[in-house]
């Protein structure tokens, strides 16, 4: 079955601590992106890549870092810059090419940090 | 800048009655428009979808939108609620010239009382 995973589903650090997380598609997206959902206000764009070795900011960006070293993965990293990181993060994707398709989203990872 | 928004974070609707979900957008180009709901833990999926073709869209699960220019909105709409429907909706805007950014309103979450 094609799709996008996340991993893991829970996720607990402690504050200080850098964590990564992992977005995998077997779609065939040329692009990718990463939200940030807290209650209450939608969901909130951190970065983008429209295609491999290349990717852009989003509107809520400091504090975190990605690559896309691969077209089928976009791993984000939860620095220790990140003031308030507990939050639900979903990963998605689209065909791209120039055109506007939906995207397809992950089913998530909620990170907790104490 | 593309703008959506949902006013009113928590409907509720008995079951059988009409859900309305309202959508209001703010674009300075054509727009395309989305929703898509959210269960509880789970990522997005796709309701339906809005690129320039029909202006009545028919979604999954019963569900349909109307997009008017002149008002500048895109409400979704059932006829007859039903328990399943409880969950989260959320409506996005995206720019057509192809960079596929979406810009979500902040959601309704949708109670439907028996």
């Known amino acids: 079955d094609g799709g996008i995973t996340q991993s893991p589903k829970y996720l607990f650090r402690k504050e200080g601590q850098n964590v990564t997380l992992s977005c995998e598609q077997n779609?065939?997206?040329?692009?990718m992106y990463w939200y940030r959902q807290d209650p209450g206000q939608g969901l909130r764009l951190i970065y983008y890549s429209q295609i491999v070795n290349d990717f852009q900011k989003g509107d809520i960006a400091e504090g975190y870092s990605v690559s896309r070293e691969k077209k089928e993965s976009f791993p984000l990293t939860v620095t220790s810059a990140q003031k308030n990181p507990t939050a639900f993060y979903l990963c998605a994707s689209t065909s791209g090419g120039g055109r506007t398709y939906e995207q397809y989203f992950g089913p998530g990872t909620r990170l907790t940090v104490t | 800048a593309q703008s959506v928004t949902q006013l009113g974070s928590h409907v509720s609707v008995s079951e059988g009655a009409l859900v309305l979900l309202r959508c209001n957008y703010s674009?300075?180009?054509?727009?395309?428009l989305f929703w898509y709901v959210q269960y509880p833990n789970q990522g997005l999926q796709l309701l339906l979808k809005?690129?320039?073709?029909?202006?009545l869209v028919k979604g999954i699960n019963g569900f349909e939108a109307e997009f008017k220019k002149s008002e500048t909105s895109f409400h979704l709409t059932k006829p007859s609620a039903h328990m399943r429907d409880a969950a989260e909706y959320f409506c996005a805007v995206s720019d057509p010239r192809g960079n596929n950014r979406l810009a979500f309103g902040k959601g309704n979450q949708v109670v439907v009382i028996p």
């Open positions: 779609l065939n997206h040329d692009a």
């Open positions: 809005y690129t320039s073709a029909a202006t």
């Open positions: 674009s300075s180009v054509p727009p395309y």
